[in-house]
């Protein structure tokens, strides 16, 4: 039981507001002069070689492993809180992650992400699976624009880089890293680093992260939606035999086990409490998988390395919802068949999903080495996957699943290659200019084995495959207006494939592309102290890929259906501004945005489930007009210790879940609040007391649409919640 009332919420914050006030009064009282404290450099390495970030031509974030725990980010959701035009939202078994307008809305089974995600240069093609290696991290690195001609898969809308630490052969070390928090959060992290010799080294890290629900409960449903555990241990090997050549091999497995999303129903006629809901159905979502990559550099001469990575990934998901979000609706009646009609009376049900992920990924790099005026990089991907899907659904009970009187069962086999170049050439000492290009060849083959309603004719069962190519590239030119000044303009064109929709009835989907043309700058300034980066840039966003539900055959059965909306045009300018003064640590980031449909175009309406107009000029999902983050700290002289109070704000404007604007598709504005306050006693050891969303607003995270087996609502975001950390370094 979860128990929230305005008085706690008040004394929670008058009493973080005393601890604050305190530390300030004693720590302007112990503040030594010590040495002034400067901007450390920030490294890039999602080139495939470590570059600094004022060099790279490229709207980023950067992050360290000490940045994000000094944030407070330990889950890839809340990215959004530190980087300016990122969308990110997490509903049913997936991850959506959306930058300047450009990612996926809600996914069928066949579509892919426009922002590529990648674990330690391991592209990870699918959103069920991104949020569970979110720990043990070096780096995070967002880069926003379309990729692809430097490494990985093709990307649309951007790339997101989760770096792991590798093992090191100097040291025996390690860390344990403990939260505990209220809801019943209990978080541990640890890790070691096992130096085998001066060759060979081995790292092992491992989370345990089990939190409660911040909602109650009050069917009879035996579930707590929104509470679950996260179990996930890495094993990292590093080999060096010579100074030319290092392999490491990398083995991750993963296990979640929750009581799924806590779906508040939009028409709840018990409560309006966003933090109470009623279900009758035992709800779950259960994911378990691995992953393994090899990787290998070999420097084939003074200026050559060979780069060679191969990855396999092997996943399941199996999740099951109330299907009616009440604890009163009654199922079909055994006496009456499940037709539209009775379905529709006794909306009772129960919804039941499997899903597995087999995966291979190879990547081949031939890449420069060296300070020469010349860099270059070449390079060739493939993927090759399988996909079983089941999507069935029981209208005739309401507490568990028994039978199917609705299936969906299929199986996608994807496949993508693709070649890539890119050269970084420097005319002169200030003047330098970077072409790349990449050619896209992709093939999906969807097999139906089982469909709702009657079959279509010559099912089942019943294969299409759709195949798309797409040569996409870059150009840039850098000029270097000073040692900490940079100037550059590009010019990118990026490709998400088609696919295959679920019915054969329904029309396959075309290819998505987005072509961007950015200004931006990059400077250092206040000897070392202030480091400003902007960029300006304008989009022309076609194929855009949403999903939606859509009435097929006789009678009518709804299904996930991809279409292709009209172009849009998306523009808008980006500010990241760090500073360190002395002791005080500033981090600010904005965003503005503006998003539109070019044309007119007819579109599935999720809310109504037809076909309705979206008017030129509407609003592009995913899209929030202004995101905004700001953070500050002061590290103050405790005699031989430290304590660094700290604030971060960030801002989401409204957004819209679907091109169709209603309350069930708008995401309200947000402002939420967090206050930590960190003390180093010793240099291994880091306390840290803490509490997010501080003012206790109340806000709608996600709009979940209705899907094929269970309706839509709102899943609201954290309330207030305080806790302790604990760090210690051996």
Sequence with gaps: MNTRTTTLSRRRIAAIASAVAAALSQGAQAQSDESKMVLEEVVVSAERREVNLQDVPISATVLTGESLAAQGIDNIVEIQQVAPSVAINTYNRSTFINIRGVGIAQSAPTSNPGVAYYIDGVFIPHEQFIAQSFFDIES?????????????????????????PAPTFDEFSGYVDQTIADYDW????????????????????????????????????????????????????????????????????????????????????VTGDPFTIEEDARSFLNQDGYRASIEARIDLSSSIQLRALTSYFDAENEDQADGDRTATALPVPPNRPTNGANTALFPGRVGLTRQGLETWVSELNLLSTGDGRLQWVVGAFYMDEESPVEVLRDNRNTTDFVQSNSTIDAKAFNTSASVFGQIDFRLTDSWMLDVGVRYSDDKQEYTRYLLPGAPPPGCFPCTNVAESTETTGRVGVKFFATDDTLLYATASKGYKAGGVNLDPRLSSYGPETNQVAELGLKTTIADGRLRINTAVFYSDYEGIQLSALTPVGTPPALLPNTQNAAPAEIYGAELELTAQ????GLNVGLSALHSEFTEDQTLTDSQTNTNRLVPEGSTVPFAPEVTATAGIQYEFSLGSTTLTPRIQVSYMDEQLATPFPYAATTVPSRTVTDVRVTWLPMENLRLEAFATNVFDEEYIAVQLQDASSAQGGMIYGAPLQYGLRAKFDF
């Design 140 to 164: 995070l690195e967002v880069l926003r624009g379309p990729q692809g001609t430097l490494t990985g898969q093709n990307s649309t809308g951007g790339a997101v880089y989760v770096r792991t």
């Design 186 to 269: 209990y978080r541990t992290v640890g890790a070691i680093n096992v130096p085998v010799s001066d060759t060979l080294a081995i790292r092992l890290s491992g989370v345990y992260d089990t939190r409660g629900s911040f909602t109650e409960n009050i069917g009879p449903s035996p579930s707590e939606p929104g509470s679950g555990d996260d179990t996930a241990v890495r094993a990292a090997v590093r080999w060096q035999p010579t100074d030319g050549a290092t392999f490491d091999l990398r083995y991750e497995y993963f296990k979640r086990e929750t009581d799924y999303n806590a779906v508040k129903n939009r028409n709840d006629l």
């Design 581 to 584: 003064f002395d002791r005080l």
